[in-house]
């Protein structure tokens, strides 16, 4: 192997690491999640009162203000503008994207288990897909649509559709992680045009903005100060968004130095694993027979999708999780 060969060889190396480190936070994010939903994190400092709403408020507000500060010590007031059209599409994506994805996929995972809410959600591409093919973006090969037929039977799988109904099924769990990955793929479709003019750090900024003030009208500020949240509280809430929103993307962002955007888009496929891993480890959920079958389904389903077509005409972005 040539000098050359062998360093492009080690950055992409170092470009899958990063990528993994921010699939292992994002896996953990969930299932700290779920511990504050089920009152197994700290429930004497009253973390167990924590509701999504609460928790996806939190962790969009405290990650606006982390990004603004730190664009605002960077940048410099003057930088942080956008004309007023893309400003309306930043807005759009920050309540129908960050907003109701944040929400609906921590109702997922407070209504089912962080197994079965991942899952879900991450057939996002699958309906990216499908709406590529309908209007005409992207040719129906026949491996896609395998790969879409494999998505809903591995859903099925994972919700226990089949099987001898030993897997709870609530259906508004479903479907909040229906909604949140119906979310996330138009974050992907209506997103990529936007994401090509300004730099990923400026939209996320005025899509949590937009996201945050979105919020305190739903939730007042007010509401917030009479549940009395103590301190501890107030801490796992910011330490939550950075470790949900904050350094994922920072690795996911080094990953993109290192590797082109679809190799990065598929590693981070690997998030779905990790989280399912982790909470069985730490929240001891149990993993089915018939459920490993279906994320393998899924998983794979995903990995098809996603492989590089010469014939298409745009490639997906990764949603903001």
């Given at each position: 192997m040539s000098p050359v060969a062998a360093v492009e060889k080690a950055r992409s190396y170092r470009g899958y690491l990063y990528i993994a480190c921010s699939a292992v936070l994002w896996g953990m994010s969930a299932s700290l999640g779920r511990a504050a939903f089920t009152g197994r994190l700290l429930p004497s400092s009253g973390i167990s009162r924590i509701d999504p709403l609460i928790l996806s408020q939190a962790r969009t507000t405290f990650s606006f203000l982390v990004v603004l500060l730190g664009l605002l010590i960077t940048r410099g007031p003057a930088r942080l503008r956008m004309p007023w059209p893309d400003l309306g599409r930043a807005v759009a994506l920050g309540l129908a994207g960050v907003a109701a994805s944040n929400y609906f996929y921590y109702l997922a995972i407070q209504r089912t288990n962080?197994?079965?809410a991942i899952i879900i959600q991450?057939?996002?591409?699958i309906w990216v897909l499908l709406y590529m093919v309908l209007r005409k973006l992207e040719r129906a090969t026949l491996p896609k649509m395998i790969a879409v037929a494999l998505a809903i039977f591995g859903i099925a799988f994972v919700i226990g559709v089949f099987g001898q109904?030993?897997?709870?099924?609530?259906s508004a769990g479903v479907g909040a992680a229906l909604v949140a990955a119906f979310s996330f793929s138009y974050y992907n479709i209506f997103g990529h045009s936007i994401l090509g003019r300004y730099d990923r750090w400026t939209v996320l900024l005025f899509t949590t903005l937009a996201a945050s003030v979105f919020w305190i009208f739903l939730n007042s500020p007010w509401k917030i100060a009479a549940a009395h949240y103590t301190g501890a509280v107030w801490g796992f809430l910011f330490l939550f968004s950075l470790l949900s929103v904050l350094l994922p993307f920072a690795f996911y962002f080094a990953g993109l130095q290192?590797?082109?955007?679809?190799?990065a888009?598929?590693?981070s496929c690997l998030e779905p694993v990790f989280t399912i891993l982790i909470a069985a480890a730490a929240?001891?959920?149990s993993v089915r027979p018939l459920q490993a079958v279906g994320m393998l389904m899924v998983l794979s389903a995903i990995m098809v999708v996603q492989r590089p077509v010469d014939s298409d005409k745009t490639q997906l972005i990764e949603?903001?999780?």
């Open positions: 962080v197994a079965t991450y057939t996002a591409p109904g030993q897997l709870r099924l609530d290192y590797l082109s955007p679809t190799k888009i598929v590693v929240l001891h959920e949603p903001v999780d």
